[in-house]
């Protein structure tokens, strides 16, 4: 009997900029919008399968969409509303700013910039995607 292996390889051709910060998702939305010309708004919330007791858990979700450049702005929260976080080795950030087809990277530091100069956030620094064990959860 032949026995076929299935490998596959998760595509994370994205940045990831981690935020620490004690304010709401929305507060948060309207501090980024304001600091960097994003527009970022309300999506649906990102759903992922987790072990009991958790189940499925929800994560906050905004987006913005840059049709000049095609890129991809989206908010994520970090735990969710009952419980459970959608990175667990990353529990000290509160929210994650995942940016699709970014291709600058002088954009990508002065909108960091922008960023840790909000006066609530604590940090925002970016992280390899590659190097998270639960990387799975930032696919959607």
Not at 95 to 107: A, G
Request: some cysteine; proline content about 4%; overall charge negative.
């Amino acid at each position: 009997m032949n026995k076929v292996t299935l490998k596959y390889e998760l595509d994370l051709d994205f940045v990831l900029i981690a935020i620490t910060s004690s304010l709401k998702d929305y507060r948060l939305c309207y501090f980024i919008n304001k600091v960097s010309g994003l527009r970022l708004s309300k999506a649906e919330d990102h759903e992922i399968w987790m072990p009991p007791p958790v189940g499925k858990a929800f994560f906050s979700r905004y987006a913005d969409f840059s049709e000049a450049f095609d890129t991809e702005y989206y908010l994520l929260a970090n735990k969710a509303a009952d419980g459970g976080f959608l990175i667990p080795e990353m529990r000290h950030s509160d929210y994650f700013l995942l940016i699709r087809n970014f291709i600058d990277e002088e954009d990508l530091a002065a909108l960091q910039d922008a960023i840790a100069e909000i006066p609530e956030v604590v940090v925002a620094s970016e992280i390899s995607p590659q190097k998270l064990k639960s990387k799975e959860n930032l696919i959607f």
